[in-house]
């Protein structure tokens, strides 16, 4: 009889590394416009399970008086990778008004995402991180208001990343153009291995 060899099944093994990216856009035209983009996201690796959440929001609004032509859009996007599970939800709102001779044009984007990712196997970390809660400052009111003078465009960004072999990156444009132009595009990556 031949030799026989018996192999135990062996475990699963799936990393729990997860890269998550947030990114939007505003442009507004006109004489008197404003673009802003705020973002807020966090990646925090707890051994087995790693989480992320985020929100990233893009308003862009143009007034014009009389015949004066005005242009305002937005968007926003989230791209995940090494999540198990994951949601997305964009949301666009868009609106024009018209009071005393002068025509708002408004359109925002909001994209909210979360995402986990689980580490299976005999070598899955189990360390515990503390809860982490934090509260990101609100971009200022810029239409208190409720006219726009001359051309603005701001960004506000809040990123986090914790664990071994994170990463966060920001990558922002903005652009005035007096008399004609605002708009900002934003980018924030987190990622942890």
Same mark, same amino acid.
């Given at each position: 009889?031949?030799?026989r060899t018996v192999s135990?099944?062996?475990?699963?093994?799936?990393?729990?590394?997860?890269?998550?990216?947030?990114?939007?856009?505003?442009? %507004?035209?006109?004489? /008197?416009?404003?673009?802003?983009?705020? %973002?807020? #996201?966090?990646?925090?690796?707890?051994?087995?399970?790693?989480?992320?959440?985020?929100?990233?929001?893009?308003? %862009?609004?143009?007034?014009? @008086?009389?015949?004066?032509?005005?242009?305002?859009?937005?968007?926003?996007?989230?791209?995940?990778?090494?999540?198990?599970?994951?949601?997305?939800?964009?949301?666009?709102? #868009?609106?024009?008004?018209?009071?005393?001779?002068?025509?708002?044009?408004?359109?925002?984007?909001?994209?909210?995402?979360? %995402?986990i990712a689980i580490e299976i196997g005999?070598?899955?970390?189990?360390?515990?991180?503390? @809860? +982490?809660?934090?509260?990101?400052?609100?971009? !200022? *009111?810029?239409? !208190?208001?409720?006219?726009?003078?001359?051309?603005?465009?701001?960004?506000?960004?809040?990123?986090?990343?914790?664990?071994? /072999? #994170?990463?966060?990156?920001?990558?922002?444009?903005?652009?005035?153009?007096?008399?004609?132009? #605002?708009?900002? *595009?934003?980018? +924030?990556?987190? @990622?942890?291995?």
């Amino acid at each position: 009889m031949g030799a026989r060899t018996v192999s135990k099944p062996q475990p699963v093994v799936t990393s729990s590394s997860l890269t998550t990216t947030l990114s939007g856009e505003a442009i %507004a035209v006109g004489e /008197n416009t404003l673009a802003l983009g705020t %973002a807020d #996201s966090t990646i925090t690796d707890k051994g087995p399970v790693t989480k992320a959440k985020g929100t990233i929001t893009a308003t %862009a609004t143009a007034q014009a @008086a009389g015949e004066d032509l005005s242009y305002a859009t937005a968007y926003t996007f989230a791209e995940i990778e090494g999540a198990d599970h994951f949601t997305t939800k964009t949301k666009i709102h #868009s609106t024009i008004s018209q009071t005393e001779g002068q025509t708002t044009v408004t359109e925002t984007s909001v994209t909210k995402l979360h %995402a986990i990712a689980i580490e299976i196997g005999k070598d899955a970390k189990h360390s515990k991180l503390p @809860a +982490v809660q934090d509260e990101a400052d609100d971009v !200022a *009111s810029w239409l !208190a208001g409720g006219a726009i003078e001359g051309n603005v465009a701001a960004f506000d960004v809040e990123a986090q990343a914790y664990g071994d /072999n #994170s990463y966060v990156g920001v990558d922002v444009f903005i652009l005035t153009l007096e008399d004609q132009l #605002s708009t900002v *595009s934003l980018s +924030v990556i987190t @990622a942890v291995d």
